[in-house]
T-cell receptor, first 114, second 114 residues
Framework: QKEVEQNSGPLSVPEGAIASLNCTYS??????FFWYRQYSGKSPELIMF????GDKEDGRFTAQLNKASQYVSLLIRDSQPSDSATYLC??????????????FGRGTQLTVWP | DADVTQTPRNRITKTGKRIMLECSQT?????MYWYRQDPGLGLRLIYY???????NKGEISDGYSVSRQAQAKFSLSLESAIPNQTALYFC?????????????FGDGTRLSIL
């Protein structure tokens, strides 16, 4: 069983603050990692992906990966009310019969208040 | 126009009815997926297909069947619908080459079974 764990939240931060979303995974050999944003009743939207240890930045978003600790995080700087959504972490084991599949966490609900 | 189109967007039907949800894509991707999403349970994989001749069961395939009519089309059927299949259903696609390709989602079908 390939587990992907996220705190369900809700995580509440004021506008302009940094929001930190965390995800752990059980399959040590996992190769690629994705963050999706999902507004209520809408489809998941890809925000970022990361393959290598370290940080990857895209605008206000930074993904951080630590394969040794089996941990991936998403930082949102200068949080805006429009960032209020559920954030899904997804992991691809990248080998064998699971090649191409993504395993999703249950998501963390983020609320950014004005 | 959306790259991944799901029809219908909403459907209400009765227990025991046969239902087909359709997905078509213009992204040229080889891989297609069907998920269901229930509150608090995250995204769960029903079936996936890596090309027209390849169909694989996901985590929760019982009570469902699929057909990959062409590279661009992947349909999900509920042979005899039951109320606990009430959920939000998503189709997704990804590229067929390489590992760790992100998945791109359609807008979803909200299915209610009475």
């Amino acid at each position: 069983q390939k587990e992907v764990e996220q705190n369900s939240g809700p995580l509440s931060v004021p506008e302009g603050a940094i929001a930190s979303l965390n995800c752990t995974y059980s399959d040590r050999g996992s190769q690629s990692f994705f963050w999706y944003r999902q507004y209520s009743g809408k489809s998941p939207e890809l925000i970022m992906f990361i393959y290598s240890n370290g940080d990857k930045e895209d605008g206000r978003f930074t993904a951080q990966l630590n394969k040794a600790s089996q941990y991936v995080s998403l930082l949102i700087r200068d949080s805006q009310p429009s960032d209020s959504a559920t954030y899904l972490c997804a992991v691809n084991p990248g080998r064998g019969s699971t090649l191409g599949r993504l395993y999703f966490g249950r998501g963390t609900q983020l609320t950014v208040w004005p | 126009d959306a790259d991944v189109t799901q029809t219908p967007r909403n459907r209400i039907t009765k227990t025991g009815k046969r239902i087909m949800l359709e997905c078509s894509q213009t992204k040229g991707h080889d891989r297609m997926y069907w998920y269901r999403q229930d509150p608090g349970l995250g995204l769960r994989l029903i079936y996936y297909s890596f090309d027209v001749k390849d169909i694989n069961k996901g985590e929760i395939s019982d009570g469902y069947s699929v057909s990959r009519q062409a590279q661009a089309k992947f349909s999900l059927s509920l042979e005899s619908a039951i109320p606990n299949q009430t959920a939000l259903y998503f189709c997704a696609t990804s590229e067929g080459t390489g590992e760790g390709q992100p998945q791109h989602f359609g807008d979803g079908t909200r299915l209610s079974i009475l």
